[in-house]
């Protein structure tokens, strides 16, 4: 099992520039998530999916982001323009639809940088 | 709403030394609750979990038992080894279905 793969894990960018960080959930997985990690925010949920279907929003924070998820397999999280406030690691995780126990998995992250 | 709150770190102790990592939470109903860790320059994996009251969850010497009457679920280890230092995420799922909830998260280093 490949677990969640995230891509790229490393982004430099230049303030202004275009990002788009991409996911591929574990296969047969129905929720997708994305979150970012800051030291002074700590882990915050953006949004989430479910059956390819934005559920939650509202931790997206601002219209710069936006995130798609065309299909069962794919998702993007994009930044238009990036700011350097937007620097951190974004994770991407997914989960089965189930009981309360069910587990998030997590996939490496997306270390972004804005210069 | 459904939250959690889990010790501030960091969190330094020797080798062999008892580890508690306190978290308490606030939720409708009757929350799953998850504790995940976090090793540097990784993505968060499951450590352990406990899903109805009194149960207890336990994994690679780690242990935390869900309390209801507290609306806790305290992580311990008896005896941590430096490769425990990781940063320690509290979580939940309450009514909301799929979200799970998270802390803060409490960085620990163990020295040898």
């Known amino acids: 099992d490949a677990g969640v793969i995230q891509s790229p894990r490393h982004e430099v960018t230049e303030m202004g520039q275009e990002v788009t960080l991409r996911c591929k959930p574990i296969?047969?997985?129905?929720?997708l998530f994305w979150y970012r990690q800051t030291m002074m925010r700590g882990l915050e949920l953006l949004i989430y999916?479910?059956?390819?279907?934005?559920?939650?929003d509202s931790g997206m924070p601002e219209d710069r982001f936006s995130a798609k998820m065309p299909n069962a397999s794919f998702s993007t999280l994009k930044i238009q323009p990036s700011e350097p406030r937007d620097s951190a690691v974004y994770f991407c995780a997914s989960s089965l639809t189930g009981g309360g126990g069910i587990e998030q998995f997590f996939g490496p992250g997306t270390r972004l940088t804005v210069l | 709403g459904d939250s959690v709150t889990q010790m501030e770190g960091p969190v330094t102790l020797s080798e062999e030394a008892f580890l508690t990592i306190n978290c308490t939470y606030t939720a409708t109903g009757y929350p799953s609750l998850f504790w995940y860790v976090q090793y540097p320059g990784e993505g968060l994996q499951l450590l352990l979990k406990a899903t109805k009251a009194d149960d207890k969850g336990s994994n690679k010497g780690f242990e935390a038992t869900y309390r209801k009457e507290t609306t806790s679920f305290h992580l311990e280890k008896g005896s941590v080894q430096v490769s425990d230092s990781a940063v320690y995420f509290c979580a939940l799922r309450g009514s909301t279905l799929g979200r799970l909830y998270f802390g803060r998260g409490t960085q620990l280093t163990v020295w040898p």
């Open positions: 296969s047969g997985h129905d929720y």
């Open positions: 999916f479910n059956n390819n279907v934005p559920i939650d």
